[in-house]
């Protein structure tokens, strides 16, 4: 018997982009609990947790995407992240905030960590949010799979 599984990275904002149904996508394959990587940004961010996590079987914790469209513009996503095109870190952190404790933290590219929100922690904070501490931020480094290693009690 294996306890229920953690996926770290999921796309779950149901029909819209890449997006998947967390409980058709999980369940089935032993996952309990996934966290979204920023299928939206903080536009979005009300209307996904009222209507994506709420409902669902599946436990989601989502990260606010600090593009406001969030992987909406798979494609032209170099658009996403232009300051002048509607980028804010404070309102992507206000809605973090908001919409806690769904929302553990805030997701962008490794090319632009500059454009964190305000307090945003690395990813390896992550084991302090799953003990109910402090949000997390998330990049595409590869290091979120050594954290689950960890989170799972490898070294």
Known sequence: MTPGLIDLHIHCFD???TG???DHYSLGRGVTTVVDAGSTGYPMIGTFVKYIIEPSITRIYALVEIGPLGTMLIGVSRYMYDLDWGVNPQLTAQAAEENKPAVV???SPPEQRSLQPPGGVGVG???KSARGGRGFSSSANGSHHQRLHALAGGA
């Open 105 to 107: 933290g805030n997701q």
């Open 125 to 127: 904070d992550f084991e």
């Open 15 to 17: 029909g819209v982009s």
């Open 20 to 22: 998947v149904n967390a």
